[in-house]
């Protein structure tokens, strides 16, 4: 198994990447290339013990950041990080690839350099999220912002394919986030996809509220790229919010800070639960490749388990599932 | 001051409409007209204070149900408490409404009712909801699920007036939701309604991210009524779903109970804090009228704060100030 690293794509590049990718190779046993300022990487790596054998740099003298326009930049900076990545899995020196930078690029170059998989309209970023019942899957949050009905019915058959693969659930269940369960609720464009989706073969449960995402009410929620990048960043944002709030609110009592300091392991599990870096990162899926896309801010444990992903990706042939899916359409 | 209560709206009604309008009369001293089952109202009233010479009772022998479908229930039940409260408005015979019935029945029966604002052309939910800094207003949050540029312009229009007269801020910064910050992100609705904004009078930021509704970072945010139904929801249920997780980690740990209990404090501030019913419901903006929307799940302190706002509504005359507004463009 060899995954394939843009080791200059989070905020704390490439310590981020070099930490987590030597974790990968501990835990997993993968081969690992990294993509990247090459003096950078180098100085990372001399932080813990040798793998070079299990190891390749490739040096890349651009890089594509965060709030660079993702066309512009992918196009421009032939000698990024991402671009020159994405080539080798293009060519099949890699197996998987995994980034933590500006995820429209990523969306972009996979596009340009891998093509999408036959039978597939547009690609979709699905993420894998906490739920109070395990994990669930919710596709699109950003890739296609303005999608057609039969873009949400295909990111049903790839949602459902990773969650059978990958989440090893029998038979996902798929819900279409509306703003009412009634059928007659929603826009046309809403309206349309429901009836798509009641026509297919997946175990579409039917419309479903915001408030069902978190209960984990579905394994798969399917909704627009505009509504599911809101949807994404709200919530951590409340999450956010909410922990700050508190702490504001426990620091300003001494019997708080007691208590807060005796409940800590309670405050850990929970945060161990919800932690995102867990699920590692979010499937780009549609591309003939095997992309994972994590967070900006990823840790060292979610850049180690995206390479996880991306190699389960791989063994699982998920995209052999999805691309015989959409031909039996 | 004479505010009408729909008394059958809430998950728990008439009791929570009855107790909340007690709360108004006892701290506020407003005439209040309780419209819906008559027995069932005068059996809750039995419960407090002889207020007979504040409160009319007007008997609906119908009652719109939560989920009942908004235009035909409305057709159908023209004596249920919806439809009678909002006669009372049309003829001019109480300052203001407030409902925590169904939400789609009250939008529709007030836009047949009342009828519009002169030059609004959609009307448009608005919540004032808690963030770190102060409260903030989110418009819209369903009325309008498929807006057009132009209702986005107004939606800013009459938010800016609301925030103005009823939270008092002297210009208040307008915000649209978008996928990222450049003007280039972004559905073409979007950056339409992007260009709109620019040139207003508003004091418009440019967009804004989901990341950044609950930071506060804007006064009144931006984004059509699927969008803002999603947040409403998923922002409830992720609160929800935290906290219930946290007292599952906290129960299974003895040390962690008793540190929660010394914790308490600082959680019930932060419940207060966070807590919707002290902006007592949502103003329904663009018809000529003042509904207050509240929550099903309402308390009686949140329908004595509707109350409040539907009172303040009339008071600072945001009407007048939304159409003259509107005039000038």
């Known amino acids: 198994m060899k995954i394939v690293i843009d080791a200059m794509g989070s905020d704390a590049a490439p310590g ?50 965060m709030h660079e326009p993702a066309a512009i930049s992918v196009r421009r900076k032939r000698h990024s990080s991402i671009v020159l990545a994405l ?30 998989l036959p039978g597939v309209e547009r690609p979709g970023i699905a993420i894998v999220y906490p739920t109070l019942t395990g994990a669930s899957v919710l596709i699109d949050v950003g890739a296609n912002i303005d999608p057609k009905p039969l873009h949400m019915l295909q990111y049903g058959i790839m949602a459902d394919a990773y969650a059978r693969y990958i989440l090893h659930r029998p038979k ?20 349309e996809a429901h009836i798509l ?42 999450v956010d919010t909410l922990f700050k709030a508190l702490k504001q609110e426990i620091k300003s009592n001494i019997v708080a ?3 807060a300091a005796l409940a800590s392991s309670a405050f850990t599990a929970l945060k161990k639960k919800m932690d995102y870096s867990e699920y590692g990162g979010a499937p780009l899926l549609g591309v003939d490749g095997r992309c994972i896309i ?31 899916e959409l031909e039996s359409y």
Chains 1, 2 share one sequence.
């Open 257 to 259: 800070t007691l208590g």
């Open 87 to 116: 080539e080798l899995l293009k060519k099949e020196e890699a197996d998987g690839f995994v980034s933590a930078g500006n995820t429209g690029a990523v969306v972009c170059a996979a596009v340009l350099s891998l093509r999408l």
């Open 294 to 324: 994590s967070h900006g801010s990823s840790n060292p444990k979610a850049i180690k388990n995206a390479i996880k992903v991306a190699a389960e990706f791989k063994t699982q042939d998920v995209n052999k599932h999805i691309v015989e």
């Open 172 to 191: 996902p269940s798929v819900g279409l986030l509306n703003v009412g369960e009634e059928e007659s609720k929603g826009t046309e464009f809403i309206k």
């Open 16 to 65: 981020v990447e070099v930490s987590g990718a030597v974790q990968a190779i501990e835990e997993l046993g993968y081969d690992l290339v990294l993509v990247g300022d090459e003096a950078q990487i180098k100085t990372e790596l001399k932080k813990y013990k040798d793998y070079s054998d299990k190891i390749t740099i490739i040096h890349a003298p651009e890089r594509i950041e």
């Open 197 to 238: 989706l009641s026509e297919s073969k997946l175990n579409f449960v039917g419309n479903i509220e915001g408030r069902e995402i978190f209960a984990g009410n579905v394994d798969i929620v399917l909704c627009d790229g505009f509504v599911g990048n809101v949807i994404l960043k709200v919530s951590e944002s409340i």
